[in-house]
Nanobody, 127 residues
Framework: QVQLVESGGGLVQAGGSLRVSCAAS????????LGWFRQAPGKEREFVAA?????????SYADSVKGRFTISRDNAKNTVYLQMNSLKPEDTAVYYC???????????????????WGQGTQVTVSS
């Protein structure tokens, strides 16, 4: 059974930085594409960033975070990270990590592309 557990969320001032992590169980972690999504109150869950399987180095970012956020993975630790810099109040949301084990899409960006989800971690950016 696959489990994803996020950590590292918290409260930060605008302009600050935060790194959230997601530790995964599962023997085939390196074969999964991994993504980060976020959901603010009253809004739909939206794509933030994704990284390709193995050590492909392929990444994709939402336009709203491009140049500020960086997704990375450590296959030896079964962990995916999201480094968030120059944070803005509009980045406030619950951040979810997700795994796609289908081997179909290289760097998926849609919610429906992912079959495993974490419970989420709150990130709050104060102005």
């Amino acid at each position: 059974q696959v489990q994803l557990v996020e950590s590292g969320g918290g409260l930060v001032q605008a302009g600050g930085s935060l790194r959230v992590s997601c530790a995964a169980s599962g023997r085939t972690f390196s074969a999964w594409c991994l993504g980060w999504f976020r959901q603010a109150p009253g809004k739909e869950r939206e794509f933030v960033a994704a990284i390709g399987r193995w050590s492909s180095g392929s990444t994709s970012y939402a336009d709203s975070v491009k140049g500020r956020f960086t997704i990375s993975r450590d296959n030896a630790k079964n962990t995916v990270y999201l480094q968030m810099n120059s944070l803005k109040p509009e980045d406030t949301a619950v951040y979810y990590c997700a795994a796609d084990s289908s081997l179909v899409v290289n760097v998926p960006t849609r919610v429906n592309d992912y079959d495993y989800w974490g419970q989420g971690t709150q990130v709050t950016v104060s102005s």
